[in-house]
């Protein structure tokens, strides 16, 4: 059976009944207080696919050496570090995130881990729903589980399109909301039985037991695609990855 990447951000997109909409102060603090326990909660909940299925998005990105290139809610710098490494030390990578704990987490995996080409890395606090760019200013950009972590998904798309060059491609891995039965299922039978067993020994079974109804609340595919047609992108093209429980969409400017 498939297993399940359980990154926060996605939590924090619910407006379902039982999970009332935080305000970005509350948002700020949950992902502080998560962040020491972040990349173990990932690793022990996707028994590591997660680190496959975050080379596939920054592969789809298109980023290459020598480019300018943005992870945006970059968390703890999983993405960041996979850019850095494709673009080698003559490019840029900027990991912005909203969290001050996880953007100090990434900066000390960056000191801890002393590749040369990690030099290329700007760590930058940031909204993504207002980034601190300016136009048409990247290669490439990449979003890992931070889509449904915003309030308005429309404003995210529209900024990630304003600081893209022409031409150019963002790469969105996040969680697949199934239109299929049985995937759902499968997802619903993970949460209940694997996930929240698993964060409650992190102390952590609030901030993950309301997951079956943020992704349903989540959008589809299609309803991803035509999203970001209607912002202004050329193609869009969302795949379905770990027997449909992940998806990745990949948007051209």
Known sequence: ???LQLGLPFLLASRSR????????????????????YDNLNDLLSLGQHRIWKR?????????????????????????????????PHGKVMGLDF????????SSQQMLFRKACYKNIEWVEGNALDLPFPNCFFDAITMGYGLRNVVDKCKALQEIF??????????ILDFNRSTRPFTAMIQEWMIDNVVVPVASGYGLAKEYEYLKSSIKEF????????????????????????????????ATR
């Open 1 to 3: 059976m498939a297993s």
């Open 18 to 37: 039982y999970w009332p909409v935080l305000c970005a102060n509350e948002r700020q603090v949950l992902f502080n207080r998560i962040a020491p326990v």
């Open 56 to 88: 596939m998005a920054v592969s789809w990105s298109g980023a290459k050496s020598g480019d300018n290139v943005l992870d945006i809610c970059c968390g703890s710098g999983d993405l960041t570090f996979l850019l850095s490494e494709k673009i080698g």
């Open 99 to 106: 969290s001050k704990e996880q953007l100090s987490m990434a």
């Open 162 to 171: 304003r600081v893209l060059k022409p031409g150019t491609t963002v790469s």
């Open 219 to 250: 959008l589809t595919g299609k309803e991803l695609e035509e999203l970001a047609l209607e912002v202004g992108f050329s193609r869009a093209k969302h795949y379905e990855i770990s027997g449909g429980l992940m998806g990745n969409l990949v």
